[in-house]
């Protein structure tokens, strides 16, 4: 027998729907908290790296809201009840999409050139609803990304819009399936969401998280939760279940076990923080993490519904309720601003906060605030107030009304127009590909003809001409630097010539004349002859990198000739320890093994237990440090090599990036790759300099 509240072919009834269909300020207060995490998140905000959990907060009360209104709109007998629905949630959500999205172009051409290589394919996703798609396509990384991506964050408004699309036939099947079986439809969303976790879990690829992350399939779990929950109290209820002030009469069974709902909830948020604080392993998040956050989320959504609860009056004072309220504007304004801004300014560290980081928040904050605020009064006001943007700004009546009407809506149509036209040209002018991944192009062709660059520096020039010579807009910008770098390598590798002619002399020398030693000349000291003379040759190095180790290709080539260099743009540690075993199994894995995979993410100890595992006693890990400016896992990363590398002495070696290339940040090209020689020279010196200093407080090196 259905429950009180329910119609008898299992849907909720309105019966007992409050009074008052108004906004709640609890939940607009539990929004308010989860834009302050995934913005804090987003500027790289120290402490706060596992912020991302806060998103399946908004999916989890965007289920909820979904699944209540349709049942509400079946239960009142609207006319037209999807096309409603569905218009209603394209204004919600286009015309703020649509005005950042051409703002974010516009603003780039002036201000972040880097970030525009591939935009018109992103500005497709963005007003398509696929981005997620589009950008897991074009192998792009959310946790690792180095290149300038503004609109990378509009994987959330897809993957939203995705599942909002496909609701109202599912809450009919739903439904229909109610009328036998009542209690049925939350437990098949309820399962649902457990498959999606289950999928996000199988698909997570340390290497390369983001398909887990971005995947519709995967990470579709906290909206169906909250669907789910949204169904259950629906139909316990009525649609509408906001009990509290204003309600003529709060509905008891919402209220019912107030105490231990409110307790709870408090729990719940308490989770989702430490969470936010705690969580750094993307493993973690991705086989449990987040769909625990859902769990949490719908507690804590749970404590919000009872407006008179204690919970509920927390978060609803009116800074986090005006928060909750904007979240939809904050959250596409402020990472595109933060990504501009940041690209003005070389050097940053965010890691290490100091004024200048204080400047890029308080601009990132203030200029989010004034964008987000001018959205709303001309484009969102409108658009809702008067159904469509075809009464907000072509009606008649908006043009014979008002002064004030016909200016807001000039202004709005006249910002539209110009930044339409504007970033339609821009998309037509936009780069191929940036210096940085031009010179990273060439040194993959480099890697591909190992053999060729020990001829000298004539493959080195072919090979970056190459890339000189795709159809880029680029390329005449940094002509210059190319044969500049060109010279460069011919008068380095003339003088390494020079230098290893006459260390082959003074060997043959040596060989004739064992005895004999020049009175001027100090006899070294025994830990430096010991350190020279176990330097490994590049037939004994294997080198599993990233964009930064394939950057510096070319002296890695010149000073370690014959070494087997693996790099590749975009890698992550997790990568390391697979393409190890698949050395070993080859029996391709040599004594001396260069890990150089911590620019892209974090690196977990047990990522560095299983490495040390697969490369075992007989061979020697050299980890190098990584450095990338504005990337917050660097600093943790630094610390838990350097820890591993103590930890485990006789077989590990630390290759400090960081602490060389820190003082000379003006050697690398983007905060990132080395530049040219001199910035190439010192990655290699630095490994050369590690092992040195390894082999001189008397470790052995490996047998050969």
């Not at 890990?595 to 980890?623: H, K, M, W, Y």
């Not at 450095?627 to 070696?653: C, G, K, M």
Request: with cysteine; net charge neutral; aromatic share 6%.
């Amino acid at each position: 027998m259905p429950s009180a509240g329910a119609s008898r072919n299992g849907t909720p009834s309105n019966a007992a729907a409050p009074a008052a269909r108004r906004r709640n300020a609890g939940v607009d207060g539990l929004k308010g908290v989860a834009i302050i995490a995934i913005v804090l998140y987003h500027l790289q905000a120290v402490g706060f790296a596992g912020g991302y959990l806060f998103v399946d907060v908004f999916f989890a009360v965007s289920g909820f809201l979904t699944v209540t209104g349709l049942l509400r709109h079946a239960a009142d007998g609207s006319a037209h009840p999807v096309r409603t629905y569905y218009l209603r949630r394209l204004r919600r959500l286009y015309p703020t999409l649509l005005v950042v999205t051409l703002a974010t172009v516009f603003a780039a051409w002036f201000l972040c050139r880097a970030a525009l290589v591939g935009i018109g394919t992103q500005v497709a996703g963005a007003l398509t609803f696929t981005y997620n798609w589009v950008a897991l396509a074009s192998d792009a990384s959310y946790f690792a990304n180095l290149t300038p991506e503004p609109l990378q964050h509009l994987w959330f408004v897809a993957l939203l819009a995705q599942v909002l699309l496909v609701a109202p036939p599912l809450v009919a099947l739903l439904r229909r399936i109610g009328r036998r079986t009542p209690k049925a439809p939350p437990v098949i969303l309820a399962a649902l969401a457990m498959a999606s976790a289950l999928a996000m879990g199988i698909l997570y690829d340390p290497a390369n998280p983001t398909r887990a992350y971005f995947g519709t399939d995967t990470h579709c779990f906290g909206l169906l939760l909250g669907m789910a929950y949204g169904w259950s109290v629906a139909t316990r209820t009525g649609p509408a279940p906001i009990a509290g002030a204003g309600a003529a009469r709060p509905d008891q069974r919402l209220v019912h076990g107030r105490g231990a709902a409110q307790a709870l909830a408090a729990l719940a948020l308490l989770g989702l923080v430490i969470g936010a604080v705690a969580v750094r392993d993307t493993g973690i998040a991705m086989r449990g993490g987040l769909v625990l956050s859902a769990v949490l989320a719908v507690l804590a959504l749970r404590g919000c519904l009872d407006a008179d609860g204690t919970v509920s009056r927390a978060l609803g004072i009116r800074p986090l309720a005006f928060l909750g309220r904007h979240s939809y504007g904050i959250y596409l304004w402020h990472y595109p601003v933060f990504v501009i801004i940041a690209s003005r300014m070389p050097g940053l560290d965010l890691a290490h906060p100091d004024a200048r980081t204080a400047g890029l928040y308080a601009g990132t904050l203030a200029l989010t605030a004034a964008l987000c605020t001018a959205s709303h009064h001309l484009f969102d006001c409108p658009v809702a107030q008067r159904g469509g943007v075809i009464g907000a700004f072509l009606a008649r009546d908006v043009w014979i009304g008002r002064g004030a009407q016909v200016a807001r809506a000039s202004a709005g149509l006249g910002i539209v127009v110009c930044l339409a036209l504007g970033s339609g040209l821009v998309v037509w002018n936009a780069p191929c590909m940036t210096p940085t991944q031009a010179i990273l192009e060439a040194d993959e062709i480099l890697q591909t003809h190992a053999s060729t660059m020990s001829s000298g520096v004539n493959a080195m020039g072919e090979a970056r001409r190459s890339a000189k010579d795709a159809p880029s807009s680029i390329a005449d910008a940094f002509d210059a630097q190319i044969d500049a770098d060109a010279a460069t390598e011919a008068q380095r590798q003339a003088a390494l010539d020079a230098a290893n002619a006459e260390q082959n002399q003074q060997a043959q020398q040596a060989q004739q004349n064992p005895t004999q030693q020049s009175s001027t000349d100090a006899a070294p000291a025994p830990q430096q002859a010991a350190a020279t003379a176990g330097m490994p040759t590049g037939a004994q190095m294997s080198m599993i990198g990233d964009s930064v180790m394939l950057s510096a290709m070319p002296s890695l080539m010149a000073s370690f000739p014959g070494a087997d260099i693996d790099a590749e743009v975009s890698r992550q540690f997790g990568k390391g320890p697979i393409l190890a075993q698949q050395g070993v199994d080859n029996g391709t894995l040599r004594q001396w093994v260069v890990i150089g995979l911590s620019t892209n993410g974090t690196v977990s100890q047990a990522e560095l237990d299983n490495l040390l595992r697969i490369c075992g006693g007989s061979r020697v890990i050299v980890l190098v440090t990584g450095y990338a400016e504005s990337r917050s896992w660097i600093d943790p990363d630094r610390q838990i090599l350097t820890s591993f590398a103590a930890a485990h002495p006789d077989n590990v070696v630390l290759a400090d990036w960081y602490a060389a290339i820190s003082p000379q940040a003006g050697l690398l090209v983007d905060g990132v790759h080395p530049q040219g020689a001199a910035g190439e020279d010192l990655y290699v010196q630095t490994i050369r300099d590690s092992i040195s200093a390894w082999l001189a407080a008397g470790h052995a090196a490996p047998a050969q």
